[in-house]
């Protein structure tokens, strides 16, 4: 059973068309995380909440935002698509930070047209 | 901090053979390693973890290895087989201490792995 959603798998996008996607999980973890992967490199943290708390990386974009109206749901809002946005992008969780495993979504595939 | 790499290592071996895939981490106070795969067009899969307080942990197929000394992290896979083809990744995260890095994962750079029938 899946415990890491995301949805859609692929999304098709126009240059500077809003954009969200979107991540839920089953495993009523505290923190949900995500990430940006571009071919051929690792996954590259963008932000993540652990409960309410959102927490930014120093090096994401203003253009990426990000929302958790519960603990099952979290989205990815990129506000003006750029074509150097166009990446894998990877939801995940952990039941807590400190040492703590961290499960991966399938990942939608963001085309940027 | 982030890897960068256009070129991945590779390890090209056959159905059967062993592999060993390794891996350098770079902060001498993390404390917990995480192995996952990555298939192409998925995302990364859990395959093993390891604490620092091990140097060895055996799960099936897979044994994780870890020498703190020299920061070092192997993957060891048995009789490999064509599923296990895929882009190993290994990553590392800090318990204890505060700032920046708490609790994040830092992922090394990614090793592709193919198996030959």
């Known amino acids: 059973d899946a415990m890491v959603i995301q949805n859609p798998r692929y999304q098709v996008t126009q240059f500077g068309k809003p954009v969200t996607l979107s991540c839920s999980q089953t495993?009523?973890?505290?923190?949900m995380y995500w990430y940006q992967q571009k071919s051929s490199q690792a996954p590259k943290l963008l932000f993540h909440?652990?409960?309410?708390?959102?927490?930014n990386e120093a090096d994401t974009p203003d253009n990426f935002q990000s929302r958790r109206p519960n603990t099952s749901f979290c989205f990815l809002d990129i506000r003006s698509p750029g074509l150097g946005d166009a990446a894998m992008y990877l939801c995940?969780?952990?039941?807590?930070?400190?040492?703590?495993?961290?499960?991966f979504g399938p990942g939608t595939r963001l085309t940027v047209l | 901090g982030e890897s960068v790499g256009l070129h991945l290592p590779t390890l090209s071996v056959q159905e059967g053979d062993n592999s060993i895939i390794n891996c350098a981490y770079s902060?001498?106070?993390?404390?917990?390693f995480i192995w996952y795969k990555q298939e192409s067009g998925k995302g990364p899969q859990f395959i093993i973890d390891?604490?620092?307080?091990?140097d060895k942990r055996q799960g099936q197929r897979v044994t994780v290895l870890l020498n703190k000394t020299v920061k070092h992290l192997s993957l060891q896979i048995a009789a490999t087989q064509p599923g296990d083809s895929a882009v190993y990744f290994c990553?590392?995260?800090?318990?204890?201490?505060?700032?920046?890095?708490?609790?994040?994962?830092?992922f090394g750079q990614g090793t592709i792995l193919t198996v030959h029938p």
């Open positions: 995940a969780t952990s039941r807590d930070m400190a040492a703590d495993t961290q499960y």
């Open positions: 495993l009523n973890h505290n923190v």
């Open positions: 909440y652990y409960d309410k708390d959102f927490n």
């Open positions: 902060n001498s106070a993390s404390d917990y």
């Open positions: 390891i604490r620092s307080n091990m």
């Open positions: 990553a590392e995260n800090m318990s204890g201490g505060s700032g920046t890095s708490y609790g994040k994962l830092t």
